[in-house]
C-alpha cells in the first residue's frame, strides 16, 4: 500500500483531517524529530495540529508528513504548512521559506534528514506521550481502528 493510499484510506486519519486539525506524522525513534514535536506542541495556541509517530503506521516514509482535509505535505513543504499554523515570527518565518524553490528547500531538507540520527541521535521510546500533551497523540494503526 503506498503512502496516499493509507492515508486516504484510513479512518482516524479522515475523522482528524475532518476536523479541521493538521496531522503532524514523525519518526517517533528520532530525537530531533521528538523535540521538534513537543517544541511544536507548546506553539500550537489555536490548538490545530495533531501529531501521529510513522513507526506505528504499516508505512514508513522516512520524512515528515503533514495532511490536512484534502493534501498530503512532504520534507520542506510539510514543515511550511506547520509553520503557517503558528503566531508571530514563526508565521513569518514560513511565509519566507515558502518563496524559496522546493528543489532547493527539499535538497536541504534531505540533508538534515540524512545526518539527523547521527548529529542527535535516536531514542527507543518516543517522548512527546510523556508529556502534557497526550491530547493532541493520535493512533493512526489501522489495526487499532
Known amino acids: 500500500m503506498t503512502l ?5 484510506s484510513n479512518k482516524k486519519v479522515a ?5 479541521g486539525y493538521l496531522l503532524v506524522l514523525f519518526d517517533e525513534k528520532c530525537l530531533l524529530c521528538n523535540k521538534t514535536a513537543n517544541f511544536l506542541s507548546k506553539l500550537d495556541v489555536h490548538d490545530q495540529l495533531r501529531f501521529a509517530q510513522l513507526g506505528k503506521c504499516s508505512v514508513n516514509s522516512g520524512t515528515i508528513i503533514v495532511v490536512n482535509s484534502d493534501s498530503i ?6 514543515v511550511i504548512q506547520i509553520l503557517l499554523q503558528m503566531k508571530g515570527v514563526w508565521k513569518i518565518i514560513g511565509l519566507i521559506i515558502e518563496r524559496i524553490p522546493v528543489k532547493i528547500r527539499d535538497s536541504f531538507y534531505d540533508y538534515i534528514a540524512r545526518h539527523r540520527m547521527h548529529w542527535f541521535g535516536t531514542i527507543d521510546q518516543c517522548q ?4 502534557a500533551f497526550t491530547d ?10
Open 136 to 145: 493532541k497523540i493520535v493512533d493512526i494503526n489501522p489495526i487499532n481502528q
Open 73 to 78: 505535505y512532504l520534507k520542506s513543504t510539510a
Open 15 to 19: 475523522e482528524i483531517t475532518v476536523n
Open 4 to 8: 496516499p493510499e493509507f492515508l486516504h
Open 128 to 131: 512527546i506521550a510523556c508529556i
